[in-house]
């Protein structure tokens, strides 16, 4: 036969199951810790590619990890090409579109956030008026290139 629980184990539990998340919000977010004002926003977290893609394991090796500004003129497009690599960017101004060699797309609009296709062939455009700029984290291995150019961009794009 099980016990009842007494008044004071009850209290200290509730203590306990009240007090739990805040250590754990606190790790998730440790930037925000105790520092007035500051904010911090997830603007992408996933185990997942922008186009639903399982993102393949770290290659082995020395790490190498390449930050990108990367300024697209209205109007251009970039050539098909791949990344060996697992990228994520933001795109600070502009609006990008994003297509896939299987028509996937994606648009993206200042501020948002991507965690972009590895191993797989895609192009992108800026769609104006202004020019995209988007900033780019390759989390490479020495050695290894984070971006292979395949053919000229497909038409649509």
């Known amino acids: 036969?099980?016990?009842?629980?007494?008044?004071?184990?009850?209290?200290?539990?509730?203590?306990?199951?009240t007090a739990m998340p805040l250590p754990l919000r606190a790790m998730e977010d440790p930037h925000a810790a105790g520092h007035k004002g500051v904010t911090v926003t997830t603007l992408v977290r996933s185990d997942r590619s922008w186009n639903g893609t399982q993102l393949p394991p770290y290659p082995s090796g020395q790490p190498e990890v390449t930050v990108l500004r990367i300024r697209i003129p209205?109007?251009?497009?970039?050539?098909?090409?791949?990344h060996p690599v697992i990228n994520a960017g933001v795109l600070l101004k502009g609006r990008l579109k994003v297509i896939t060699?299987?028509?996937?797309?994606?648009?993206?609009?200042?501020?948002?956030?991507?965690?972009?296709?590895?191993?797989?062939?895609?192009?992108?455009?800026?769609?104006?008026?202004?020019?995209?700029?988007?900033v780019v984290v390759y989390a490479g291995v020495k050695g290894l290139p984070n971006t292979v150019e395949d053919a000229p961009a497909k038409p649509g794009l």
């Open 74 to 82: 209205a109007g251009v497009a970039l050539p098909q090409h791949l």
């Open 101 to 134: 060699d299987r028509g996937q797309t994606k648009v993206l609009a200042a501020g948002d956030g991507l965690i972009e296709v590895v191993n797989q062939l895609h192009a992108g455009r800026s769609l104006g008026p202004g020019p995209a700029e988007i």
């Open 1 to 17: 036969m099980r016990k009842p629980l007494t008044p004071q184990l009850g209290w200290i539990l509730l203590g306990l199951a």
